[in-house]
């Protein structure tokens, strides 16, 4: 079988780490894989270094015939039997390959958990019910395209998931290089720095956090975006510099989860089944999480790895955190089922085999 991966920012997001989950798990074993993208970055790097066949796919826009053309070109010479895209604008140029004669199934899987202006409802009827199998790799997500016209039947949940962790080992060393006290309690969220992510929100629950205890904790913002600065100043406006610490792009977020005790999603929308999230439990790291998109799918009273709080209410977050400041049994409770969740219901694995299938059906 012949697999051709299609976006078109190849950036080093969630959905590029999902492509190259895929990609890493099937290409010279289940299927040979191929890669079209438009933008580079850290993903096309990577397939480069997997030695997988690639081409860069200028794609202006949902309806541009001149990449649904050369797609189509591509996927007759090479016999790609699947175009598996990410996006809305990806997956249109895909249904439009087929008109040109491409001879590959569509799939196209969503990682998207907001509504579109309604004026693409039309489309999506059109467009989707040419998909040959739709995934959504969360509930929330689902609920969705079948409200923006995806045939239901064609839809499938599959999970995010991560390779099964082994035993979490608790390492302090790296909060000296950052300038962290080894005692304190360590929140950590992995995070895009963009309105999305909820960020000024998560400030403000720390300051209401430090007004409630004493005890000795840090927020860490590991990651990057184009509101970074924004960010900085704001933790600076709140003068919560001493407690919240904007640490920028990392490349050992692994020692950082390691060093750390909780870990908080604050996003605000458009958040699906966070790859982030799915890290810290691999940590053993209890959950705070807003009851946004997928995060109910992670976090909730079967799991038990922590709580989801209504976006926006600093004294939930911060009364989340303070149950597990102050409450042991709670913590190892938390910090438990959060390990062994992520091991079983989010085992990369089992929902790659699960990926495969839909590609066969």
Known sequence: MNILYLINHAGRAGTEKYVYN????????????HFAYNEPGLLSEQME???????????????????????????????????????????????????????????????????????????????????????????????????????????????????????????????????????????VTLSRHNKEKG????????????????????????????????????????????????????????KILSASDAFVNSAECNEALSFAILEAMGHALPIVATDIGGNPDIVNPEHFCGELVPYGDENAMSDAFLRLMNDSEYYKKCSGGAFNTVSSVFNLDELMEKTFEEYIF
């Open 199 to 254: 960020l000024p929100y998560l400030v403000r629950s720390m300051k209401r956090l430090r007004e409630k205890t004493d005890k000795n904790f840090v927020c860490l913002i590991a990651g990057d975006g184009p509101l970074f600065d924004e960010t900085c100043s704001y933790i600076k406006e709140q003068g919560a510099e001493d407690y919240v610490k904007a640490l920028g792009f990392r490349k050992d977020t692994e």
């Open 22 to 33: 895929l990609t890493k798990a099937f290409n010279g074993k289940k299927a040979n894989c």
């Open 49 to 187: 270094e997997l030695g997988v066949p690639m081409f860069r796919l200028e794609m202006k826009n949902p309806f541009d015939l001149k990449a649904a053309k050369k797609l189509a070109k591509y996927c007759k010479e090479n016999k790609i039997d699947i175009v598996h895209s990410q996006y809305p604008r990806e997956n249109y140029i895909a249904i439009l390959s087929k008109l040109f004669g491409s001879g590959a199934k569509a799939i196209y899987t969503c990682h998207l958990t907001y509504f579109p202006p309604k004026i693409w409802n039309l489309m999506n009827k059109i467009v989707m019910r040419k998909n040959d199998r739709i995934i959504a790799v969360c509930n929330y997500g689902k609920e969705i395209l079948c409200q923006i016209g995806a045939p239901r039947e064609k839809i499938d949940v599959i999970f995010n998931g991560i390779p099964k962790p082994s035993a979490p080992v608790r390492d302090r060393s790296v909060l000296k290089e950052i300038g962290v006290s080894e005692d304190a309690f360590v929140i």
